[in-house]
T-cell receptor
Framework: DTGVSQDPRHKITKRGQNVTFRCDPI?????LYWYRQTLGQGPEFLTYFQNEAQLEKSRLLSDRFSAERPKGSFSTLEIQRTEQGDSAMYLC????????????FGEGSWLTVV | TQLLEQSPQFLSIQEGENLTVYCNSS?????LQWYRQEPGEGPVLLVT?????EVKKLKRLTFQFGDARKDSSLHITAAQPGDTGLYLCAGASWGNEKLTFGTGTRLTIIP
């Protein structure tokens, strides 16, 4: 399968702990996106990379959140000192750097903070 | 801030009926995509429309992009239980290819 893959698919953590999610985009896709989705809502943009450069960050991305894409391939999203409000599905997506190009999503990483 | 409003928010119809879901915005988009999402899974792309007025068909699904590139519709003919899911529209803008998602339409087809 050559789609976007995310790991882990599910994570339960205690409030205050740190969590890290990994995303492997479709091969040769130079754009990578992170979105967050809560129940009953559409996905909300968090940040995106073009190759290894982080080009935009949403105001939703507080200082407890950090995303990296060190070699322009896979990416990690770390949440420090998790809060219950962080409970959500974290979606990764990738695309080629072509105007209007389709963005493909992974299956998501579901985070529950207890 | 670009906003995409979808209507209806919830729709429950009998198998075999037709339905239309709408996606509206005051903003202009360079392209618009429709996704279908199952619970606990990521959105799965159905179609991308890039030209104002464009109509695309995918079996029983017909997608239309408005002439002014501000709105779109999804029409399903003879709905089947397998069509049940959350339908999301998402728009991209020139020079900023991140997607802005709509509020979603949760569709339930009753056998």
């Amino acid at each position: 399968d050559t789609g976007v893959s995310q790991d882990p698919r599910h994570k339960i953590t205690k409030r205050g702990q740190n969590v890290t999610f990994r995303c492997d985009p479709i091969s040769e896709h130079n754009r990578l996106y992170w979105y967050r989705q809560t129940l009953g809502q559409g996905p909300e943009f968090l940040t995106y990379f073009q190759n290894e450069a982080q080009l935009e960050k949403s105001r939703l991305l507080s200082d407890r959140f950090s995303a990296e894409r060190p070699k322009g391939s896979f990416s990690t999203l770390e949440i420090q000192r998790t809060e219950q409000g962080d409970s959500a599905m974290y979606l990764c997506a990738s695309s080629l750097d072509i105007r209007g190009n389709t963005i493909y999503f992974g299956e998501g990483s579901w985070l529950t903070v207890v | 801030t670009q906003l995409l409003e979808q209507s209806p928010q919830f729709l429950s119809i009998q198998e075999g009926e037709n339905l239309t879901v709408y996606c509206n915005s005051s903003s202009v988009f360079s392209s618009l995509q429709w996704y279908r999402q199952e619970p606990g899974e990521g959105p799965v792309l159905l179609v991308t429309v890039v030209t104002g007025g464009e109509v695309k068909k995918l079996k029983r699904l017909t997608f239309q992009f408005g002439d002014a590139r501000k709105d779109s519709s999804l029409h399903i003919t003879a709905a089947q239980p397998g069509d049940t899911g959350l339908y999301l529209c998402a728009g991209a803008s020139w020079g900023n290819e991140k997607l802005t998602f709509g509020t979603g339409t949760r569709l339930t087809i009753i056998p």
